[in-house]
């Protein structure tokens, strides 16, 4: 796989080249650069340039979260086969063995790690035999819908039945992965896009609400990937890490409109409870987040992977947690291992990043534990939320939910 200094230079996208205020900017020498890369202003490739801050301002260090938490979104488990983005098989490959997580959970006083990614059919057995079983109370697993069956004529009856049948094997939640929306096809892998509000959904959504099953849903991404993938963007180097993350330019519906089409579900079954993921899925934008908590009673959100986005407008996060305080719930999107995306793999670090959000008034502090800020190149700032919101948002938000006591 090509490295994204590769990429960059194949571009030629030595900043000072192509952006006048990044010329500016990036040709300043400081007392630590190469005197080589000095003497050439305008020759420092951006995938080179690793500022460090001259700041001096106040570190805390909070290794262990004020109260037992439950992280309402991790990924211990994966399909073991996927196509075009759609996870085909029940069988799952485990990220992280229990005791190597738990060791990590209980330094970091997380209480409860819940597996989204739990797969269907004997996958699910087999991932909640593993782990909520062997550890009560440590574990929750969310099962999946089994997209491979979409073409099979009864497939919205057979959906809801699996539904109710990976309830009474132990599933805690239905996860719904952006699959539905960007990925999924008239003919599973290919045809025309499945829209999230398609009806061949509703008795799965019914279902869910019936059996108190809230639904974790990931609908659309940053709105950066939507966008070109150029010179103005903020996540340029995010998307050139991934470019298959980009939406842009290719026949993918806008953010807009996969957040309408999700709405209208919210609308259409006021019975299910849905956790939107990532803030909402547009974190970017806390008006819009709010204006929908505010639409839909049964709208509940977390905070996984967007303590970037939450911690560079800490006011306006300071305020939605104000007053949402009993519908945010403490996720992280960890993944044992996966070190390609520093801003969710599952360690001490990631863990404490969170709590110091919450807890301090920290200031100018890195997101995630990476080189280079992953998702962009900001930093962020402490909202240092009071007991009565902390306890809320870490544990008892998601207790209510899931209808289980931290
Ligand atoms: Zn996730």
Same mark, same amino acid.
């Given at each position: 796989m090509i490295n994204r200094r590769q990429w960059l230079r194949g571009l030629g996208l030595a900043l000072g080249a192509t952006a006048h205020t990044g010329t500016q900017a990036f040709a300043t020498p400081t007392p630590q650069t190469n005197p080589q890369e000095s003497s050439s202003p305008g020759r420092l490739a951006l995938a080179d340039y690793e500022p460090k801050s001259m700041l001096q301002v106040r570190e805390t260090r909070v290794e262990r979260a004020r109260f037992p938490a439950l992280d309402i979104h991790t990924h211990i488990s994966l399909s073991v086969k996927s196509e075009n983005g759609i996870e085909l098989a029940p069988e799952r490959k485990y990220l992280g063995q229990p005791a190597e997580l738990l060791a990590v959970l209980d330094r970091k006083n997380v209480r409860t790690m819940v597996n989204l990614t739990g797969g269907f059919d004997n996958g699910l057995v087999e991932a909640v035999t593993k782990y909520d079983k062997a550890f009560p109370g440590r574990f929750f697993?969310?099962?999946?819908?089994?997209?491979?069956?979409?073409?099979?004529?009864?497939?919205?009856?057979?959906?809801?039945?699996?539904?109710?049948?990976?309830?009474? !094997? !132990?599933?805690?939640?239905?996860?719904?992965?952006?699959?539905?929306?960007?990925?999924?096809?008239?003919n599973i892998t290919s045809g025309k896009l499945v829209k999230i509000d398609d009806p061949r959904f509703d008795p799965m959504w019914d279902t869910c609400g019936q059996l108190n099953m809230p639904v974790a849903i990931h609908v659309s991404d940053p709105i950066?990937?939507?966008?070109?993938?150029?010179?103005?963007?903020?996540?340029?180097?995010?998307?050139?890490?991934?470019?298959?993350?980009?939406?842009?330019?290719?026949?993918?519906?806008?953010? *807009?409109?996969?957040?309408? *089409?999700?709405?209208?579900?919210?609308?259409?079954?006021?019975?299910?409870?849905?956790?939107?993921?990532?803030?909402?899925?547009?974190?970017?934008?806390?008006?819009?987040?709010?204006?929908?908590?505010?639409?839909f009673p049964n709208m509940t959100v977390d905070t996984a992977a967007r303590v970037g986005e939450l911690g560079r407008q800490p006011r306006t996060s300071r305020r939605f947690f104000d007053r949402y305080q009993d519908r945010i719930l403490f996720g992280t999107d960890a993944t044992p291992h996966g070190d390609e995306f520093p801003q969710q793999v599952f360690n001490d670090k990631l863990y404490e990043i969170y709590f110091r959000f919450f807890e301090t008034d920290d200031e100018y502090f890195d997101y995630a534990p990476a080189k280079v800020p992953p998702q962009g190149r900001w930093r962020i700032y402490g909202i240092d939320l009071p007991e009565s919101i902390l306890h809320k948002v870490y544990s008892q938000n998601a207790a209510r939910l899931l209808q289980v006591t931290i």
């Amino acid at each position: 796989m090509i490295n994204r200094r590769q990429w960059l230079r194949g571009l030629g996208l030595a900043l000072g080249a192509t952006a006048h205020t990044g010329t500016q900017a990036f040709a300043t020498p400081t007392p630590q650069t190469n005197p080589q890369e000095s003497s050439s202003p305008g020759r420092l490739a951006l995938a080179d340039y690793e500022p460090k801050s001259m700041l001096q301002v106040r570190e805390t260090r909070v290794e262990r979260a004020r109260f037992p938490a439950l992280d309402i979104h991790t990924h211990i488990s994966l399909s073991v086969k996927s196509e075009n983005g759609i996870e085909l098989a029940p069988e799952r490959k485990y990220l992280g063995q229990p005791a190597e997580l738990l060791a990590v959970l209980d330094r970091k006083n997380v209480r409860t790690m819940v597996n989204l990614t739990g797969g269907f059919d004997n996958g699910l057995v087999e991932a909640v035999t593993k782990y909520d079983k062997a550890f009560p109370g440590r574990f929750f697993t969310f099962t999946e819908p089994s997209y491979s069956k979409f073409l099979e004529p009864n497939y919205p009856r057979l959906q809801a039945e699996a539904i109710g049948q990976a309830h009474r !094997g !132990g599933a805690k939640g239905l996860k719904i992965l952006k699959t539905l929306g960007l990925y999924l096809r008239e003919n599973i892998t290919s045809g025309k896009l499945v829209k999230i509000d398609d009806p061949r959904f509703d008795p799965m959504w019914d279902t869910c609400g019936q059996l108190n099953m809230p639904v974790a849903i990931h609908v659309s991404d940053p709105i950066a990937f939507f966008t070109p993938t150029d010179r103005f963007n903020e996540r340029y180097e995010e998307l050139n890490n991934h470019p298959d993350w980009s939406f842009y330019d290719h026949e993918f519906p806008s953010n *807009a409109e996969l957040l309408e *089409a999700r709405n209208r579900v919210f609308a259409r079954h006021p019975k299910t409870q849905f956790i939107v993921l990532h803030v909402g899925n547009f974190s970017e934008n806390l008006a819009n987040v709010s204006d929908n908590l505010d639409r839909f009673p049964n709208m509940t959100v977390d905070t996984a992977a967007r303590v970037g986005e939450l911690g560079r407008q800490p006011r306006t996060s300071r305020r939605f947690f104000d007053r949402y305080q009993d519908r945010i719930l403490f996720g992280t999107d960890a993944t044992p291992h996966g070190d390609e995306f520093p801003q969710q793999v599952f360690n001490d670090k990631l863990y404490e990043i969170y709590f110091r959000f919450f807890e301090t008034d920290d200031e100018y502090f890195d997101y995630a534990p990476a080189k280079v800020p992953p998702q962009g190149r900001w930093r962020i700032y402490g909202i240092d939320l009071p007991e009565s919101i902390l306890h809320k948002v870490y544990s008892q938000n998601a207790a209510r939910l899931l209808q289980v006591t931290i």
